[in-house]
């Protein structure tokens, strides 16, 4: 059954900390994406990657991290830098980055993110 | 300007009608286009993607795009109180940026 899991579902951290989110996609996509949902507004892009070994900052990438191992997982870590980190995190994949058809963006079930 | 943007909504349609989601985008190079949906506390889920001028449809989706014009719409038809939800819609940008609208959130009233 093919997928994209995000875990846990729900986190909650102090001010200060450091946090990582889990993605893991069985789909055999090269490309993964890190994107940020808050109340009322449409997603913005943290970090993408096209290839393992390999990542680019998004729009908001300031105060977060990625890294790109294996072509399955895309963990994103929520740094104390990060001034406003209370948020819906959203992983998604996709087979390529452009093209007919191998652009489609396939989103995991996110992870929210509470930080007092 | 923004770079994707939506009818802000709600949009509120009785069960059975056609409901019709609008966007426009800025970058002329655009060539791929998507509309998701989402409901309250879910991520977003692919329910259409366009790539060439005309129409394409899907059960009761159909969407509309115009290049030239920079648009591009969804239609729903025999609105279903299931179809309640927010509505993203999101262009491919570049090589790899999809940039989202704000959403319009639907609202199917039985």
């Known amino acids: 059954d093919g997928g994209i899991t995000q875990s846990p579902k729900y986190l909650f951290r102090k001010e200060g900390q450091n946090v990582t989110l889990s993605c893991e996609q069985n789909?055999?996509?090269?490309?993964m994406y890190w994107y940020r949902q808050d109340p009322g507004q449409g997603l913005r892009l943290i970090y993408y990657s096209q290839i393992v070994n390999d990542f680019q900052k998004g729009d908001i990438a300031e105060g977060y991290s990625v890294s790109r191992e294996k072509k399955e997982s895309f963990p994103l870590t929520v740094t104390s830098a990060q001034k406003n980190p209370t948020a819906f995190y959203l992983c998604a994949s996709s087979r390529t980055t452009w093209g007919t058809g191998g652009d489609e963006q396939y989103f995991g079930p996110g992870t929210r993110l509470t930080v007092t | 300007q923004k770079e994707v943007e939506q009818n802000s909504g709600p949009l509120s349609v009785p069960e059975g009608a056609i409901a019709s989601l609008n966007c426009t985008y800025s970058?002329?190079?655009?060539?791929?286009f998507f509309w998701y949906r989402q409901y309250s506390g879910k991520s977003p889920e692919l329910i259409m993607s366009?790539?060439?001028?005309g129409d394409k449809e899907d059960g009761r989706f159909t969407a509309q795009l115009n290049k030239a014009s920079q648009y591009v719409s969804l239609l729903i038809r025999d609105s279903q109180p299931s179809d309640s939800a927010t509505y993203l819609c999101?262009?491919?940008?570049?090589?790899?940026?999809?940039?989202f609208g704000a959403g319009t959130t639907v609202t199917v009233r039985a």
């Open positions: 789909l055999n996509h090269d490309a």
């Open positions: 366009i790539y060439s001028n």
């Open positions: 970058d002329r190079v655009s060539q791929s």
């Open positions: 999101a262009v491919n940008m570049n090589d790899y940026k999809l940039s």
